[in-house]
């Protein structure tokens, strides 16, 4: 672009919030046209909207690597340093940022815009004071206009990210950083807003506009905030004072910490800037000196800039490299380290195929071009270069563009908008490459077409990762609990409970109460949250004595015996657990102990509860065990002999089941007339146990071992299946609690002692004294006993097998007292069928 020489020239220089982007925004709007350069495509969309808003989208146009907004009649250009069209003819011309001429990766860019970018009116340089003598060397005849910060910034020390205040940005120098801060103030302070470089301009501006609007209090970024993003930050926090430069990772030059600390602070508001608490590590302290020229706003003086021809000749491809590679004849300018366009062009210039297709200028400037494709997705010179060269070789066949295949089928693997934060932030970044190659007027056979796709997968993607970042980084009601709780206090917020036992306080949920139990929603029990439950716990006494009131007028059919196999025995109320069962005077008289749950309860209210569960633990045993009940009634009673209280003791303290030899003693101490009166009780005295029939039944049963259990200290065995008959035999603690339960073991199978006691009335009934005899199997088949386990079960009755036999067929009685019951006839046919019909749950022993 032509120099103009009567054009003025000048230099606005100053630290950040100075408003100098500002400045040059309304001076450009006083022009016919103009164009500004920015470090960053999120500055260039953000000031272009703002430009928009005041002059229409008609005349305003947007030129970055990945987006361009061109109308016929646009007059204003906001655009990114790399893609100002040097071509264009504008009134006024700014350079925002121009200090990164001394960036190594940047700097040249920037160098030749200062050098050759100029208005035919007027011509604006932004920067840094540091930049006044490169500007002085460079540019003589520049104006140099210094513009004081409008604000203090101040030294504010380390402070926790528990303790940051509200309105904090904190700075970090990778994604991986970012991430990890922005996940603890999630858990500590309700979550963040996301900033980076990397993400699209929807993306990031729903993650600032969530800060803007005070959905968060915090936002965690790279040191993309320092260049010129506005942003209402009141203290700025260093996660880190080093950083990886692409080369090695350094300390913050002094300069790029005041860029950064800078951005604290807006207009007239002061601002302050600090470590994340990190005083006194290696490093991560700010030394005094750092500290008073940051707030001072003074620092060293930059003396060299970076250099490259920015108008390379493309002869040949060595040429090309040549003029790339020389050094500049200004004391200050300096070479900057090999690009990755550079880089990426030197490794496809090593390739044959390369050299023999770019044989002319105009191929090696298209070469040229494919080089500066941006490396968006940071894969290195070597992983940048295989996708360049892939490109290259389709730019420079045929017709010269990209095949529409193989555009459509890179950019439609991309729209995918399912995967984490780190997944969806890979695919934006490798459809920002596609969005550039879309831009490249020449690179499509229909680039405005391939634009129009490229964008709109960019934007879903955005929205993606925008909804994405939000969901794992920001907790929203606990950001709006934490700032009600600091404006209102603590006693303040209203606490409700809905219908469905929702918590709310101020109209957020925190939590469900379920019977007396309030459980808090997940992702609310971090630190600074325990305030706001401690809090809602205090104002819930009106809602506590509502539910014992309601619990206390009950009907018995609200509450159950818990008794779930691994776990303590417990009473719920409508499903809810509100009392556990411990050892108590009796077997059928447990302790009750009240859950932990009803803590918040007054002592008046806990005792009411436990005289309301005994109650119904009383009628429940009751109904459950009364033959057990009504053994133990006449154990206690004072006219019971003392040779039945020696039977029944055991008897009640088994729960009603007793193994018959356990028992010989009192039995043998029974006259005829006390046997009847066991009798009487339902219980029957047989061949191998003492028991009670109904005591059998499957609720019976689960009562009797869940109070045992209790009465051991246990936790509730395993339950046999409800109504059955014969199982395999367990192992271990199941064993033992089947046995109490009612069944009895005979080779590998369980067999419950009422059906054992059928066997063996059948087995009796069956004999002719002790003469040998076949006893029907019938029975044994129906109840599905093994021969191994019936062989096992006449035994145990006091059989043995006939003599010779190995496998016996027939038993012989050995002389073992029969059962004292009264002797049936046996009957016609099938003896084992028919006894199966016959009653034996009463009759003595």
């Not at 009649?73 to 121009?98: K, N, Q, Y």
């Not at 109209?507 to 439950?533: C, M, Q, W, Y």
Request: proline share 6%; glycine share 10%; hydrophobic share 45%.
């Amino acid at each position: 672009m032509s120099n103009f020489a009567r054009a003025p020239l000048a230099a606005v220089l100053g630290p950040t919030n100075t408003g100098k982007t500002h400045l040059a925004v309304e001076r450009m709007m006083g022009h016919a046209s103009g164009m500004i350069g920015f470090p960053l495509r999120l500055l260039a969309r953000e000031v272009y909207d703002r430009v928009v808003a005041a002059k229409g989208p008609e005349s305003v146009a947007l030129i970055t690597g990945e987006e361009k907004i061109v109308p016929e009649g646009a007059r204003w250009f906001l655009c990114t340093a790399e893609s100002m069209p040097r071509e264009r003819d504008t009134a006024f011309v700014a350079i925002d940022e121009a200090q990164l001429g001394a960036d190594p990766e940047r700097g040249h860019v920037f160098t030749d815009r200062l050098l050759h970018m100029r208005g035919r009116e007027e011509t604006m340089i932004l920067g840094s004071d540091s930049l006044r003598p490169m500007l002085g060397a460079l540019v003589p005849d520049a104006d140099i206009i210094s513009r004081p910060r409008f604000s203090t910034l101040s030294y504010a020390g380390p402070k926790k990210l528990s303790r940051l205040p509200p309105r904090s940005a904190i700075v970090a120098f990778s994604a991986e950083e970012v991430y990890a801060v922005a996940e603890m103030l999630r858990r500590l302070r309700g979550g963040a807003a996301v900033v980076m470089g990397a993400l699209s301009p929807r993306t990031r501006n729903a993650q600032v506009a969530m800060f803007q609007a005070g959905e968060v209090d915090y936002l965690v970024a790279t040191d993309a905030i320092g260049m010129g993003l506005n942003m209402d930050v009141h203290h700025v926090a260093f996660a880190s004072l080093r950083k990886f430069d692409g080369r090695r990772r350094r300390r913050l030059h002094v300069h790029e910490m005041a860029q950064i600390a800078g951005r604290a602070g807006r207009h007239q508001r002061d601002g302050t800037f600090g470590t994340l608490g990190l005083e006194g590590a290696e490093h991560a302290s700010f030394t005094a000196e750092e500290i008073e020229r940051i707030e001072a706003h003074e620092f060293p003086a930059l003396r060299q800039l970076y250099w490259r021809d920015g108008d390379p000749r493309c002869d040949t491809i060595d040429t090309l490299i040549a003029d790339l590679e020389a050094k500049p004849e200004d004391d200050v300018l300096r070479a900057p380290p090999e690009t990755v366009d550079l880089a990426v062009l030197k490794s496809l210039a090593a390739e044959p195929w390369v050299r023999e297709r770019a044989a002319d200028p105009a191929m090696v400037e298209r070469l040229w071009a494919a080089c500066g494709l941006p490396d968006f997705r940071k894969t290195g010179a070597d992983g940048h270069a295989r996708l360049v060269g892939r490109l290259f070789r389709h730019l420079s066949e045929g017709e010269g563009h990209i095949p529409h295949a193989v555009f459509a089928q890179e950019v439609s693997a991309l729209e995918n908008l399912s995967g984490d934060v780190e997944t969806l932030a890979g695919r934006l970044a490798a459809i920002r490459i596609w969005a550039y190659v879309a831009h490249r007027a020449d690179w499509l056979a229909d680039p405005e077409k391939g634009a129009d796709r490229a964008a709109a997968i960019e934007q879903r993607l955005s929205d993606a990762l925008h909804d994405s970042l939000t969901q794992r980084f920001v907790d929203r009601r606990t950001t709006i609990l934490m700032r009600d709780i600091g404006a209102k206090g603590e006693e303040a917020l209203p606490v409700r409970v809905d219908g469905d036992g929702v918590v709310t306080v101020d109209d957020e949920p925190i939590g469900t109460i379920s019977g007396f139990r309030f459980t808090v929603d997940a992702g609310t029990n971090h630190a600074d949250t325990k305030r706001l439950l401690a809090a809602a716990e205090r104002r819930l006494g009106g809602e506590w004595a509502e539910r014992t009131a309601a619990l206390i007028a009950d009907s018995d059919e609200a509450f159950a015996l818990m008794t779930e196999p691994g776990k303590r025995v417990h009473i719920a109320w409508n499903g809810e657990i509100v009392a556990r069962l411990e050892p108590g005077t009796t077997l059928l008289a447990p302790a009750i102990a009240l859950d932990k749950s009803l803590g918040g309860l007054t002592g008046d209210q806990r005792g009411r509860i436990a005289l309301r569960l005994q109650a119904w633990l009383d009628r429940a045993t009751g109904r459950a065990l009364g033959p057990l009940r009504k053994i133990e009634t006449v154990l206690g009673a004072a006219k019971t002999a003392p040779a039945i209280r020696a039977l029944l003791a055991p008897l009640v303290e088994a729960g009603g089941v007793l193994p018959r030899k356990s028992a010989l003693g009192p039995l043998a101490a029974l006259d005829k007339e006390q046997r009847h009166r066991i009798g009487r009780l339902g219980l029957t005295i047989g061949a191998l146990d003492i028991f009670h029939a109904k005591l059998l039944k499957p609720e019976a049963m689960r009562w009797r071992l869940a109070l045992a259990a209790v009465a051991d200290g246990k936790r509730m065995p395993e339950l046999p299946p409800a109504g059955a008959t014969l199982l395999p035999e367990p192992k271990g603690k199941t064993l033992a609690a089947w046995r109490t339960a009612g069944f009895r073991g005979f080779a590998g199978q369980m067999l419950r002692i009422d059906m054992a006691e059928r066997v063996a009335r059948a087995a009796h009934d069956a004999r002719d004294g002790k003469k040998p005899f076949a006893p029907d199997p019938a029975l044994a088949t129906s109840l599905g006993l093994s021969d191994a386990a019936l062989a096992r079960l006449m035994q145990a009755l006091g059989f043995q097998p006939a003599e010779g036999e190995a496998e016996p067929a027939q038993w012989v009685w050995r002389g073992r007292r029969a059962p004292r019951a009264k002797r049936r006839k046996p009957a016609p046919g099938n003896a084992f069928a028919k006894l199966a019909e016959l009653d034996f749950g009463k009759g003595g022993g």
